[in-house]
């Protein structure tokens, strides 16, 4: 459902990036020009070489940051809960460098890109976490290019999972909090849909990891 966005009730606003504002600025600056978007699993938030006209806060839901490749995709990142998703685009202006694709049903809220500068413009304790967050994208960007050189495809496939279950948790049955597809899992861990498949077979068959309602749980981190 579609409408207007609204920080003061949103749940996961106590830890965004805007949680430091003061009431009345929230209200003005973001509230009032900001709208909610609801977004369906397999729905692309932005993509790739579109104008950013704006940043996108996750009120609720679960999405992949990724590169479009001509065989495959590549997910570089994967965010949550008060995330922001397109940001760093606003600030040198111009296309959108990655796209967001949602892994399941998703409420994200849009704040248009003059409000969202004119925010920033004001706020040095905004600024100061928006570096920090910047310099930590950069940091994973540069762990998925030297996994992609240096780790095997077993390995890759591993430290997919892993990183899954450190970034979304796990659920009442200890396994990975959310649903993925073995395509997913493929572009996460940057090798072909065919070998994550097999990967996951002998993961399986060894006991490391076991099926539950089409989740992955993790048996064993230490092989």
């Known amino acids: 459902m579609n ?4 920080c003061h009730t949103c749940k996961s606003f106590s830890k965004s990036a805007f ?3 003061d009431k009345d600025t929230v209200s003005k600056s973001i509230t009032a ?8 699993k397999g729905q692309d938030v932005y993509i790739e070489n579109t104008l950013a006209k704006g940043a996108y806060c996750i009120q609720s839901g679960k999405v992949k940051i990724y590169k479009g490749c001509t065989q495959r995709n590549i997910t570089i990142d994967l965010a949550g809960n008060s995330d922001l998703l397109g940001y ?22 849009f704040i248009p890109k003059k409000n969202f500068l004119d925010i920033i413009a004001t706020n040095s304790e905004i600024q100061m976490l928006l570096i920090k967050r910047c310099c930590i994208d ?46 997913d899992i493929s572009e996460i861990s940057g090798t072909t849909t065919e070998s994550a498949i097999r990967i ?10 076991s099926f539950y309602n089409n989740r992955i749980k993790i048996n064993d981190t230490t092989k």
Do not use: M, P
Not at 3 to 6: I, L, R, T
Not at 33 to 40: A, E, Q, R, T
Not at 200 to 209: H, P, Q
């Open 19 to 21: 949680s430091c504002l």
């Open 33 to 40: 020009n900001s709208v909610s978007l609801s977004f369906k």
């Open 88 to 109: 760093q685009t606003l600030f040198n202006g111009g296309n959108f460098t990655n796209s967001a694709k949602c892994l399941e049903e998703a409420q994200i809220c």
């Open 138 to 183: 950069n940091y994973k960007l540069s762990n998925v290019l030297r996994d992609l050189k240096c780790k095997n495809t077993l390995s890759r496939v591993a430290a997919s999972l892993l990183a899954v279950g450190e970034k979304f948790g796990f659920d009442e049955n200890k396994c990975l909090n959310i649903t993925l597809t073995r395509k």
């Open 3 to 6: 409408g207007y966005g609204d």
């Open 200 to 209: 996951l077979n002998d993961l399986k068959r060894e006991k490391v990891i």
